[in-house]
């Protein structure tokens, strides 16, 4: 159980940076559909230089969750080791979370390198029939890294909504008021 004055503090540094950390997953991919998607759509005037910023924009995003996993997987082994009841995360956020980087680790993995081709190789076809046939296969891949982003964002509000849910319910329980 969690007693020292240092421990202490890397709680809260843990937890700190694992909010931050989701707050960046979440907020990112918010900002990402609600403002720059509208917004280089229009704004750049032509598919292929926005459809390539914002696959550009995306690679970002992923870079940036990549550390995000990290750091929240980091800090819920650190609240399990520390084995505190208000510290220790959850059953729930565990597969919660998870799932989110099963999905991100598809995604960054897989599908966004071979979308990003496809895109690439759209890009470079000058023949009209044979461009829209590879537009045709790139958003065939385009559709399902949407949705799985999709379900990532709300998987993430999730997490959020039960990391919350816990704490409140731990503080009711430390003041007796089951």
Not at 45 to 50: E, F, L, R
Not at 67 to 73: G, N
Not at 86 to 94: R, S
Not at 109 to 126: R, S
Request: charge should be positive; include cysteine; proline fraction near 3%.
């Amino acid at each position: 159980m969690m007693e020292s004055r240092a421990c202490l503090w890397m709680s809260r540094i843990g937890l700190t940076l694992e909010w931050l950390a989701l707050g960046v997953w979440v907020g990112g991919l918010v900002i990402l559909v609600a403002a720059v998607i509208p917004a280089v759509f229009n704004t750049f005037g032509g598919q292929d230089s926005g459809g390539l910023f914002l696959t550009k924009a995306f690679e970002g995003f992923n870079r940036a969750v990549m550390v995000a996993m990290v750091v929240m997987i980091a800090g819920m082994v650190w609240r399990r080791w520390v084995q505190h009841p208000v510290m220790a995360p959850t059953t729930l956020e565990m597969a919660l979370l998870g799932v989110m980087v099963l999905i991100a680790a598809i995604i960054i993995g897989f599908l966004h390198p071979h979308a990003a081709v496809l895109q690439a190789e759209a890009f470079a076809i000058k023949d009209e029939a044979s461009r829209k046939a590879a537009f045709e296969a790139f958003f065939k891949l385009h559709m399902p890294v949407r949705a799985l982003y999709m379900v990532n964002l709300c998987l993430g509000i999730a997490l959020m909504g039960v990391r919350v849910n816990h704490t409140l319910h731990t503080l009711r329980v430390s003041k007796g008021q089951t």
